[in-house]
């Protein structure tokens, strides 16, 4: 389990094709206290780390994956949001996120509203339903309050403390990001269809 708060900005240093796709990762944390086998949020995608080194570490991510996710955009110099999972007993500073990602969303607009950037979003239609104003999304890993919604299109406000230490600062029009919806949203949604009347 995550928060969706980034600790951490990763670097794309080799992507190989073998019978999945390995990626190396350049990070910042330290690699002594991450066991092989530990779960890292990568852009939102929960990966488990199968190799390390003194400031890197490898994850092998599989065709489903791929093709589910953004991550088939991946090259060499890729920067791409980290954090690693939850201890008992850590803060939870932005909301419950799983690491599964729902669907890839299309940038529509990336501008400035005051110091803040204004970025909207088109979610898969299959999603619209779960994005509620003032509910919680996680957009490549990083968890935010949405301001508006219209259709399965949705907006968020990046404050300059989230431009400088995510990836999300940098995004334009037609960029594509991961979209994990709230957990809330997804069982409330559930309940629903069951209580329907017959």
């Given at each position: 389990m995550f928060t969706g708060i980034?600790?951490?900005?990763?670097?794309v240093t080799a992507r190989e094709a073998r019978g999945?796709?390995?990626?190396?990762?350049?990070?910042?944390?330290?690699?002594?206290?991450?066991?092989?086998?530990a779960s890292i949020a990568c852009s939102g995608v929960c990966l488990t780390v199968v190799q390390k080194g003194e400031d890197w570490f490898t994850v092998d991510v599989s065709a489903e994956t791929l093709s589910r996710t953004g991550l088939g955009n991946w090259r060499e110099g890729s920067r791409i949001n980290l954090e690693r999972s939850l201890r008992v007993g850590d803060e939870l500073g932005g909301h419950i996120v799983s690491g599964h990602v729902d669907g890839v969303g299309d940038v529509t607009m990336a501008k400035p509203e005051g110091d803040s950037l204004r970025i909207e979003i088109r979610a898969p239609d299959a999603l619209a339903a779960f994005i509620a104003e003032k509910g919680s999304i996680t957009v490549d890993g990083v968890s935010l309050t949405v301001n508006s919604v219209d259709g399965a299109s949705f907006g968020v406000n990046l404050i300059p403390h989230t431009q400088q230490v995510t990836t999300l600062g940098n995004l334009k029009t037609g960029d594509r990001v991961n979209l994990e919806i709230d957990t809330l949203a997804r069982y409330v949604a559930r309940l629903q269809q069951w209580n329907k009347p017959a």
């Amino acid at each position: 389990m995550f928060t969706g708060i980034v600790t951490d900005i990763g670097t794309v240093t080799a992507r190989e094709a073998r019978g999945d796709t390995r990626f190396r990762i350049r990070t910042t944390y330290d690699t002594a206290s991450i066991a092989i086998g530990a779960s890292i949020a990568c852009s939102g995608v929960c990966l488990t780390v199968v190799q390390k080194g003194e400031d890197w570490f490898t994850v092998d991510v599989s065709a489903e994956t791929l093709s589910r996710t953004g991550l088939g955009n991946w090259r060499e110099g890729s920067r791409i949001n980290l954090e690693r999972s939850l201890r008992v007993g850590d803060e939870l500073g932005g909301h419950i996120v799983s690491g599964h990602v729902d669907g890839v969303g299309d940038v529509t607009m990336a501008k400035p509203e005051g110091d803040s950037l204004r970025i909207e979003i088109r979610a898969p239609d299959a999603l619209a339903a779960f994005i509620a104003e003032k509910g919680s999304i996680t957009v490549d890993g990083v968890s935010l309050t949405v301001n508006s919604v219209d259709g399965a299109s949705f907006g968020v406000n990046l404050i300059p403390h989230t431009q400088q230490v995510t990836t999300l600062g940098n995004l334009k029009t037609g960029d594509r990001v991961n979209l994990e919806i709230d957990t809330l949203a997804r069982y409330v949604a559930r309940l629903q269809q069951w209580n329907k009347p017959a």
